[in-house]
């Protein structure tokens, strides 16, 4: 493969936009402006950069594409591999789509150490991409570590009253989490290397390592605690309301948005396919809590005062969704999960981004505080209610589509979970739609409330693309869905166990082949 | 492999160039500022001073680059051994030295204590923890350790006016003794048991038969605590905190690096050479009684697993509820020597070569982060707790930042040399199957993390309390800093020129015999 390496391009134009911003002074307002300025312009040329992906990728092939393979430490047999398939292509595309739109949004509502802000925006979208585009274990988890460097500083020097609290609170849940997979990612390099000969991080050679039942139960665990604490899953899920609440709304965002979809993506990616076994033992724990996690969030998100809260904790529910779809794995269900991965990031993004605006005008996100405002800000207020649909799931809108998927495949494998479930679905409704007349409808009670301007236009300018983005994967699914059909059939013929997991094709180009190769 | 080995300048040169280079020139500096320079200006004196002391270590370390690395033998009647593995540490040795070196020439200036018995001390001690990493011989090795321990207890007292700068070298000094004295009598048991101070020859001794005796094991221990105590290792890490907090900044990183640095080479040859139980299976003839030595392992293994892990826990532990950023730098120091243990203890090649790895970048972090804490520091005592880094990264970017920068590879952050150091120890330790002491490990780095994050976070995420001048930065400390910055950098992106070098270097231990 002579192309160029875009999936490197798209990954590190990133880092190269932190560069210039830092010979700029943001002493005076117009170096503000110009910081500001270059990262936006960054981000929407790696979001272009991105979209040539799109051309580059083939849905019909089961395989990684764009692979991108050099080694890094041919020592220990890391390298530095990349490449996308149909479960991270659209993953990759949400996190380029939303960053531009984020940094857009923090025009004025970021005023302080404006410099530092937009880099560490920068180096946090390098980091999330390549997260989702590396195919060695090694090489990921340095990815998944130098995330988290970004955004405890995003959450704890821009944040709240409570920021520092939640900075660490975020930081150390992660931390905990990763690093025991680090034990185990060494672990299984181990098991691998007797059972092969060859010393290897590169994910597609470790795919199909078999281990000692008890190991795989315990690497299982312990890649699943990581990802569930990231995703995060009912009980490890309690940094994630108060990072939300404290972080700034452009952190806000980009948690919900991307940050939360490293977690699930991490079990499609990781935990499931590489432990087959462990992942088979602990379904009916996993299905349970998911279910628990669902119903939980919802029903804790109906009595919250706080808007912002409230959406956190719809955060919770909905990721419940996704983790059941992808453990109900069957064809619906898992690319429902993947679907409603992308739905939560655009509309939860879309939610956070909208409370942000009224709180740069009001500075209080107490649904008390509020009422009877969509007389005042019609245009806010419309586009708040296309939002909420989205998020309830109505027919035509993006959740619709994901929420069906998951609970028609929930109902093929696990006909109790699917009820109780889709029981969280009425839940949703209520909670959002009462927040919604509180918030919007009635008299207007606080005269505070009564000198509101309407969106300007910088803000219907991000929301639009987004309002855009729920119809059009609401109304043509297909062409979201065209991409992923393949790539989610060899994962569910990866974590199945009836399948021969050990006949799966191998990346084009073999790994240890080369490097040793390269070593001699 | 005894060279023959006629008397002649060259073949000297050829084989001690690097330490005849620090010996000489601290001896001749000695004299130079006696007799030579007492007229000039006192600043001007030690700030030439310092830089020709520069000079004479890069000298050094050019020689042992271009000579010493090309050796493999043993000289000086079996005193010495020249191979890598003690090429490699000679090089850390003296990397540290030139970064200590630099921070002096700022350190002198700002703190206005113009004296250049600094260098001078600064010398010796180099030489005296060089020597202790090439010799092979008990003997030689204790006194080797004595001359760097007696001019560091000097460099501590180096603040003659400040109460615990006296107070640091009184307690460093006496449990110093202390912990001598005990790798003094191992030895003593040793000579009495086999009759040779030499280790490859006690090994030999040793080996037809003698390893079950109780009389070695109680040898080995005693050694185990004299170099333990150099190293900061729990239960003999007491004196550490308030010999680091009360030296003055510059010494105590010069401490924190080379006397580890010194005392991990000296202690990984001798478990290596003399006691490991791959001896057993090295395929040389003198080893009559194979299982002996491949049970003998175990005993010491089980001491190292149980100090590394009450290390890395009490370290990491203690170092949270400290107030004073100096006192948390030498408890984090404490748990550092814990993960380094744990490459002794898993004994493979991963394991030596991540000792070695982590050494290297353990040097330039930790010195990195305490030539920042004596720009903050400004005049001593100037700015020490927590509680004065509030806010500082915006009046002091470039002091913050590099504070930053080597707390998160401290912290074993990627993609800094501490996460590369910490992911090589773990996976040497996890190829030898200690997953729970591993996981555990990596707790501990966990609550590490917490810590080091704290003083970020007090950099960035909080107002000033009150107003802090820090330190000018000087010339030299900006040099030292930037190379201490991009070398974690560095070898944390491409650690694998490192990871081969110390990989060569850490398989020339089997040619000691």
Redesign the interface.
């Given at each position: 493969m002579t192309q160029a390496p875009l999936l490197t391009y798209v990954t590190f134009l990133p880092f190269l936009g932190v560069i210039p911003t830092l010979f700029v002074s943001q002493k005076s307002e117009a170096g503000r402006s110009l910081i500001r300025w270059i990262s936006l312009i960054t981000s929407i040329i790696v979001f272009i950069v991105s979209l040539r992906i799109y051309n580059g990728f083939d849905g019909n092939i089961a395989d990684f594409q764009l692979v991108e393979l050099k080694s890094?430490?041919?020592?220990?047999g890391i390298s530095y591999h990349m490449g996308v398939d149909g479960i991270s292509f659209w993953l990759i595309l949400l996190t380029t789509f939303l960053t531009p739109i984020t940094i857009l949004s923090t025009w004025t509502a970021i005023e302080k150490?404006v410099k530092?802000f937009y880099i560490s925006m920068l180096v946090l979208e390098t980091a999330m991409l390549g997260t989702f585009c590396a195919l060695d274990i090694f090489l990921f988890?340095?990815f998944w570590?130098?995330m988290?460097?970004p955004m405890?500083?995003i959450i704890?020097?821009w944040g709240g009253e409570r920021?520092?609290y939640a900075?660490?609170k975020f930081?150390?849940f992660t931390?905990?989490g990763s690093?025991?997979m680090?034990?185990c990612i060494?672990?299984l390099v181990?098991f691998h290397k007797e059972a092969t000969g060859v010393l290897t991080f590169n994910l597609t050679e470790l795919y199909g390592t078999t281990l000692p039942h008890i190991y795989e139960i315990l690497f299982f665990a312990s890649f699943a605690l990581a990802f569930a604490i990231k995703v995060p899953m009912w009980p490890v899920h309690t940094w994630l309301p108060d990072a939300h609440v404290e972080a700034p709304t452009a952190g806000s965002v980009i948690l919900a948005g991307i940050l939360l979809k490293m977690g699930t993506y991490g079990f499609v990616r990781f935990a499931m396919p590489l432990f087959p076994d462990g992942s088979a033992f602990f379904t009916p724990l996993i299905i349970t809590l998911s279910v628990i996690g669902i119903i939980y969030g919802a029903l804790v998100a109906m009595v919250q005062p706080d808007v912002k809260k409230l959406v956190a904790y719809s955060s919770v529910s909905h990721l419940g969704y996704c983790m059941l779809g992808l453990y109900v794995l069957n064809q619906q269900g898992v690319e429902g999960s993947i679907y409603q991965m992308l739905n939560h990031g655009i509309s939860t993004g879309a939610l956070f981004l909208l409370v942000g605006i009224v709180y740069e005008r009001r500075h209080t996100r107490l649904i008390s505080e509020y009422g009877g405002i969509a007389k005042i800000m019609p245009v806010y207020a419309t586009i708040f209610f296309i939002v909420t649909l989205s998020s309830i799931g109505l027919p035509t809108t993006n959740g619709f589509i994901g929420e069906f998927l998951i609970l028609l495949g929930a109902f093929k494998a696990n006909k109790l979970a699917a009820v109780l479930a889709a029981s969280g679905v009425i839940l949703g409704a209520i909670y959002m739609l009462w927040m919604v007349q509180r918030v919007f409808y009635g008299e207007v009670t606080n005269p505070k409330n009564l000198n509101l301007k309407d969106v300007s236009c910088r803000e219907v300018v991000y929301m639009l693309p987004l309002v855009v983005c729920i119809f059009w994967m609401g109304l043509f699914p297909n062409f979201f869905m065209e991409k992923m059909h393949v790539s989610v059939d060899k994962f569910i013929s990866q974590v199945s166990k009836n399948n021969n997991y050990h006949n799966l094709p191998k990346c084009q180009i073999h790994h240890a082949s080369l490097i040793q190769s390269e070593h001699k | 492999m005894y060279s023959d080995y006629a008397f002649s300048l060259e073949q000297l040169w050829k084989i001690a160039g690097g330490q005849l280079v620090l010996l000489l020139a601290a001896l001749l500096i000695i004299c130079a500022d006696l007799f030579l320079m007492q007229k000039s200006d006192d600043t001007k004196k030690a700030s030439v001073i310092g830089w020709l002391t520069v000079a004479v270590i890069m000298a050094a370390l050019l020689h042992v680059i271009n000579r010493e690395w090309q050796l493999t033998e043993v000289v000086f009647m079996g005193v010495f051994s020249m191979e890598k593995y003690s090429a490699f540490i000679v090089i850390t040795i003296l990397m540290a030295g030139i970064l200590a070196t630099l921070f002096g020439i700022g350190y002198i200036r700002n703190n206005k204590v113009c004296r250049s018995e600094y260098f001078i001390l600064l010398l010796f001690a180099l030489y005296g923890a060089i020597a202790m990493v090439q010799s092979v011989d008990l003997l030689m090795m204790f006194i080797a350790l004595e001359i760097m321990s007696v001019a560091v207890y000097v460099l501590a007292a180096f603040l003659k006016k400040d109460r615990r700068s006296q107070e640091a070298a009184i307690k460093y000094f006496l449990l110093g003794c202390f912990g001598s004295a005990f790798f003094l009598f191992g030895t003593a048991l040793l000579y009495g048991l086999t009759g040779t101070v030499n280790l490859s020859f006690i090994a030999k001794v040793l080996s037809v038969g003698m390893f079950e005796r109780p009389e070695v094991l109680v040898a080995l221990a005693m050694i185990m605590a004299g170099l333990f105590f150099k190293m900061a290792i729990v239960p003999f890490h007491m004196w550490t905190p308030d010999v680091y907090e009360g030296s003055p900044a510059v010494v105590t990183g010069f401490m924190a690096t080379v006397i580890k640095a010194g005392a991990f080479g000296a202690f990984l040859k001798i478990i290596t050479v003399t006691f490991s139980p791959a001896l057993a299976y090295s395929g040389q003839p003198v080893f009559h009684s194979v299982l002996n030595l491949a049970s003998l392992g175990v005993y010491w293994k089980a001491v190292i697993a149980a100090s590394a892990l009450l290390t890395m826990f009490i370290g990491n532990l203690v170092a949270v509820s400290q107030k004073n950023v100096k006192r948390m730098l030498a408890y984090s120091s404490i748990a550092h020597a814990g993960y380094m243990l744990l490459g002794i203890l898993a004994a493979n090649d991963e394991g030596r070569m991540g000792v070695l790895y982590y050494l290297f970048s353990y040097t330039l972090m930790n010195l990195g982060a305490f030539g920042v804490l004596y720009l903050i520091d400004g005049t001593e005592r100037n700015a020490q707790t927590l509680e004065d880094y509030q806010g500082l990264g915006?009046k002091y970017p470039v002091h913050s930042f590099l504070m930053a920068l080597f707390l998160?590879s401290m912290a074993g952050?990627?993609?800094t040399a501490g996460?590369i150091s910490k992911?090589y120890v773990?996976?040497s330790v996890?190829?030898e199957g200690y997953?729970v002491l591993?996981?555990l490990g990596?707790?501990t780095?966990?609550i590490g993390?917490?810590y080091y994050?704290?003083v970020i976070?007090m950099l960035?995420?909080?107002e000033p309390v009150r107003e802090i001048e820090c330190g000018r930065m000087t010339l030299s400390s900006a040099v030292a800093l930037i190379f201490a910055a991009i070398g974690v950098l560095y070898l944390g992106i491409l650690?694998?020129w490192l990871?081969?070098v110390a990989?060569a270097a850490q398989s020339t231990l089997a040619f000691v015999f």
């Open positions: 890094w430490i041919p020592s220990f150490r530092e988890y340095v570590e130098i988290l460097i405890y500083f704890g020097v920021r520092i900075a660490i930081f150390l931390a905990v690093l025991l680090l034990v060494i672990g181990y | 915006y998160i952050l990627p993609p996460f992911f773990f996976l996890i190829k997953f591993a996981a990596i707790l780095s966990a993390s917490y994050l704290r976070y960035y995420m909080k650690p694998e990871a081969q990989q």
